[in-house]
């Protein structure tokens, strides 16, 4: 299971881990029901309880006639519309609220604001700063890896060796251009296969390969 807020980028993770689920977190849905309830006063605690029956029990017409009720006593338009939103966000994540109620007696915990206050704003955006997207992007990666329990020795030698293959890839890609155009003469094929230092060595065999393929041609 995923809890959370019911925020785009958390529901997200469900397309990402096979058979996961949304369910929408206790402080977020009781934080929705409570502004929604706390003008009625001395009413607020029975209305409350009637919307968690309605919940617990699954029925969402009774949950959305219970908002409708609040909404016919509210005397100020702008609770009127904090009610009406908040009646939208739960019928919005009412897939995640089911899930919850289906298993009431499970521990639900989410750890993702925390990890973002934590692992992102803290060395991103806790003080102003300014990243482009391509440094916003590695900088993320970064802190993950570390928190994952990546050492930055071991990544520094990837990439180091990451460059040396790279750089070798494309020596290798420049000598089969040059290799190529030897295409426009048997004679020149020739001439080039005979000029190549080093290409006897065990590691050039695959220059020897195309050389032996050009004069075939």
């Given at each position: 299971?995923?809890?959370?807020?019911?925020?785009?980028?958390?529901?997200?993770?469900?397309?990402?881990?096979?058979?996961?689920?949304?369910?929408?977190?206790?402080?977020?849905?009781?934080?929705?029901?409570?502004?929604?309830?706390?003008h009625?006063?001395?009413?607020?605690?029975?209305?409350?309880?009637?919307?968690?029956?309605?919940?617990?029990?699954?029925?969402?017409?009774?949950?959305?006639k219970?908002?409708?009720?609040?909404?016919?006593?509210?005397?100020?338009?702008?609770?009127?519309?904090?009610?009406?939103?908040s009646?939208?966000?739960?019928?919005?994540?009412?897939?995640?609220?089911?899930?919850?109620?289906?298993?009431?007696?499970?521990?639900?915990?989410?750890?993702?604001?925390?990890?973002?206050?934590?692992?992102?704003?803290?060395?991103?955006?806790?003080?102003?700063?300014?990243?482009?997207r391509?440094?916003?992007?590695?900088?993320?990666?970064?802190?993950?890896?570390?928190?994952?329990?990546?050492?930055?020795?071991?990544?520094?030698?990837?990439?180091?060796?990451?460059?040396?293959?790279?750089?070798?890839?494309?020596?290798?890609?420049?000598?089969?251009?040059?290799?190529?155009?030897?295409?426009?003469?048997?004679?020149?094929?020739?001439?080039?296969?005979?000029?190549?230092?080093?290409?006897?060595?065990?590691?050039?065999?695959?220059?020897?390969?195309?050389?032996?393929?050009?004069?075939?041609?």
């Amino acid at each position: 299971m995923i809890a959370g807020d019911g925020a785009a980028w958390i529901k997200a993770g469900c397309e990402v881990l096979e058979k996961a689920h949304f369910v929408l977190d206790k402080f977020h849905m009781e934080k929705y029901i409570q502004r929604s309830v706390v003008h009625l006063l001395d009413s607020a605690a029975e209305v409350k309880n009637d919307i968690y029956e309605a919940i617990y029990q699954k029925e969402r017409s009774r949950v959305k006639k219970l908002f409708r009720q609040i909404i016919d006593v509210t005397e100020k338009e702008s609770k009127c519309r904090e009610v009406e939103e908040s009646l939208n966000y739960l019928m919005n994540n009412w897939k995640g609220i089911i899930i919850h109620a289906e298993e009431a007696g499970a521990v639900w915990g989410c750890h993702a604001e925390g990890q973002v206050s934590h692992v992102l704003s803290s060395r991103m955006s806790s003080r102003p700063m300014g990243w482009s997207r391509k440094g916003a992007d590695q900088m993320s990666r970064l802190r993950a890896y570390r928190m994952n329990g990546g050492k930055i020795i071991d990544l520094l030698i990837y990439q180091e060796n990451k460059q040396k293959r790279e750089k070798r890839i494309e020596k290798k890609e420049e000598l089969v251009k040059e290799l190529r155009r030897a295409q426009k003469g048997r004679k020149y094929a020739e001439r080039l296969q005979g000029s190549i230092p080093g290409k006897e060595n065990h590691s050039m065999k695959w220059m020897r390969d195309i050389l032996n393929q050009q004069l075939i041609c």
